[in-house]
């Protein structure tokens, strides 16, 4: 019985610390008004989903632009999110969108 719960406590700190490994991210956003996308700088964060997703709305509004359908896409380093926004320029510009790098996180 010992080793059991010896077991489950190793098993949920490794869960625990798992779920709290930074992730490496870029953010972005369609303008209201169409043709533009911002786009985040590539960046590691262990925040939660939503709580990026806010604050990258928040920077977007102090800089007044207007945008929805926020996604913080992740991968597996940095190299994998730089190629990541790499394609969605090369993509988003290939349909005619104009692409608007956003400081965010500040560098």
Not at 53 to 81: M, N, T, W
């Amino acid at each position: 019985m010992r080793y059991l719960s010896l077991a489950a406590v190793t098993m949920s700190l490794l869960a625990s610390s798992e779920a709290r490994a930074d992730e490496w991210r870029y953010c972005l956003a369609t303008a209201t008004s169409g043709n533009t996308i911002y786009v985040s700088n590539a960046f590691e964060s262990a925040a939660p989903l939503e709580i990026l997703q806010r604050k990258f709305a928040e920077a977007l509004e102090q800089k007044q632009y207007h945008a929805s359908g926020i996604q913080c896409p992740r991968g597996g380093s940095s190299d994998v999110i730089s190629s990541d926004i790499a394609r969605l320029v090369s993509y988003q510009k290939a349909l005619g969108n104009r692409i608007s790098q956003v400081d965010w996180p500040s560098s």
